[in-house]
């Protein structure tokens, strides 16, 4: 296998130079042979240290860039193409977009998911390119686009069956994102009791469990906020208030207003329940199950 190859070389210390791969610091002696690592006087140097500073930046900027595209899903919003235009151009934007499901934009705001597609190129005189069902590229030229939740894309299975045939991956969640529909009984209901009495052993493993998904929690409750035809709705998941290192168990999860009014389920936006659940259940997988005594022999 080809190593990925060094954007820049920069001069270093004793005639060694100096750059990054996939974020990683590399270098190669006077002789132009790549080192399997870097002295220690060459780490510690000064331009070592701001190499390690641009790879930070460059991480951060890949991260805004999926958490950007990600809150444009989770609200709904239209992006002008002017916009897509101009982020097009990098990388990390690129392949942040590249290969969404999305749908164009009137310049009423309405959006057309009859002519929903993969992202797959984006040029100023021709429009959006995305590839439909047919496995066509069609280009649409229209003044925004946007990038649909899973739970709002009508042809979801077929759209996944397509990316599948193509080998296409998302670096967002979205195709294969877990959706999530209200039953007819939950529907009357001002919380879901599905995922109650999960144990962790302690409250400290949930909190870092939560983290790493990226729910805040406040008060004893993970939290996932979802704006949903212009109204912000909290969900929340009770994880416990406790002592760190004591035994929790998760409770109800609820959905409350911007007045902390719990929200009848039938009254959420489809994006909502399906996020709020979505949070719930990732955490709920986690808890700790008792294996069960295996069965005596007579």
Not at 30 to 47: D, N, R, V
Not at 57 to 82: F, G, K, N, Y
Not at 103 to 110: E, L, N, S, W
Not at 209 to 230: F, K
């Amino acid at each position: 296998m080809v190593a990925e190859a060094v954007a820049a070389w920069l001069p270093g210390e004793r005639g060694y130079e100096i750059g990054l791969r996939k974020g990683k610091l590399v270098c190669r002696n006077p002789q132009g042979k790549t080192l399997a690592s870097l002295p220690k006087w060459l780490k510690e140097s000064e331009i070592a240290e701001s190499l390690r500073a641009l790879a930070e930046w460059l991480d951060d900027h890949q991260a805004e860039c999926r958490h950007t595209i990600e809150r444009w899903m989770l609200r709904s919003l239209s992006v002008p193409r002017e916009v897509v235009n101009e982020i097009w151009a990098d990388p990390d934007w690129r392949s942040s977009l590249e290969n969404l499901v999305v749908a164009p934009v009137d310049a009423k705001g309405k959006p057309n998911f009859e002519k929903t597609g993969l992202l797959k190129q984006v040029d100023a005189q021709r429009g959006l390119g995305v590839v439909d069902l047919d496995g066509e590229t069609r280009w649409h030229k229209s003044p925004a686009m946007t990038v649909p939740h899973p739970i709002l894309i009508a042809d979801l299975e077929e759209l996944r069956e397509l990316a599948s045939d193509l080998s296409i991956t998302q670096t967002i969640d979205q195709l294969y994102r877990p959706v999530h529909q209200p039953t007819k009984d939950q529907a009357e209901l001002k919380s879901i009791n599905d995922y109650t009495e999960g144990m962790f052993e302690q409250l400290n493993f949930a909190l870092s469990l939560c983290r790493r998904l990226g729910y805040p929690v406040r008060g004893g409750y993970a939290t996932c906020r979802v704006w949903e035809n212009d109204v912000m709705i909290e969900a929340r998941y009770y994880v416990g208030d406790e002592y760190p290192e004591a035994e929790t168990y998760t409770g109800p999860l609820v959905f409350v207003d911007a007045n902390d009014k719990a929200v009848k389920i039938a009254d959420l936006g489809p994006v909502t329940f399906s996020e709020g659940v979505r949070m719930a259940s990732a955490i709920y997988a986690k808890r700790k199950v008792e294996e069960s005594a295996s069965e005596e022999t007579p």
